[in-house]
Nanobody
């Protein structure tokens, strides 16, 4: 069984930064790609970033390329999302995902970018 717990969300102004964390339980974390998704009000959940099991391959949505960085620490069973130069349109609930079977999801963490 895997549990994912996100943290690090908050209210920031445009141009500021946040770092999200997703801590996993269980023993399979280091064997799987990890993903960050987000869902804004009234919109579908979208894939923001993914990182391979060893961390060597990272992919990003075009909307966040150059601003967000995904990373992981397999010894801590944690995946991170460093978000810089935040924009109003980055406002959403952010979820981490471990895509095994039907997928494991955290409860989400709210990121609000507002002036």
């Amino acid at each position: 069984q895997v549990q994912l717990v996100e943290s690090g969300g908050g209210l920031v102004q445009p141009g500021e930064s946040l770092r999200l964390s997703c801590a996993a339980s269980g023993s399979i974390f280091s064997s799987y790609v990890m993903r960050w998704y987000r869902q804004a009000p009234g919109k579908q959940r979208e894939l923001v970033a993914s990182i391979s099991s060893g961390g060597g391959t990272r992919e990003y949505a075009d909307s966040v390329k150059g601003r967000f960085t995904i990373s992981r620490d397999n010894t801590k069973k944690t995946v991170y999302l460093q978000m810089n130069s935040l924009k109003l349109e980055d406002t959403a609930v952010y979820y981490c995902n471990l895509p095994r079977g039907d997928g494991y999801w955290g409860q989400g963490t709210q990121v609000t970018v507002s002036s």
